[in-house]
């Protein structure tokens, strides 16, 4: 399996920015040719997701994040990124990344998002 650790995480006021860095462990063509989503849970909910991004780039926001979230990644970095703008209190939980593909589905220990008002 593939070990996934991410960073960035914190705590930020509203309308703050913050940027998750999700790296893999090994195997570059793995990372490359598999799906990253970003996951998060707030406390008391369930598991939602929040972005995905393909092998060739292709990417999904949730509605509540569109227009202020953007996923990347860099395969020569085995990394992938969340970038958060205009954070909202409600953004707060912690975030998972994961590597999802037909043969591979690993995922982060998380990383806490505090945003506050």
């Known amino acids: 399996q593939v070990q996934l650790v991410e960073s960035g995480g914190g705590l930020v006021q509203a309308g703050g920015s913050l940027r998750l860095s999700c790296v893999a462990s090994r195997s570059t063509f793995i990372f490359a040719t598999n799906d990253i989503i970003w996951h998060r849970q707030a406390p008391g909910e369930q598991r939602e997701l929040v972005a995905s991004?393909?092998?060739?780039?292709?990417?999904n926001y949730a509605d509540s994040v569109k227009g202020r979230f953007t996923i990347s990644r860099d395969n020569t970095k085995n990394t992938a990124y969340l970038q958060m703008n205009s954070l909202k209190p409600e953004d707060t939980a912690v975030y998972y990344c994961?590597?999802?593909?037909?043969?591979?589905?690993?995922w982060g220990q998380g990383t806490q998002v505090t945003v506050s008002p």
């Open positions: 991004i393909s092998g060739s780039g292709f990417t």
């Open positions: 994961r590597l999802r593909g037909p043969f591979v589905n690993s």
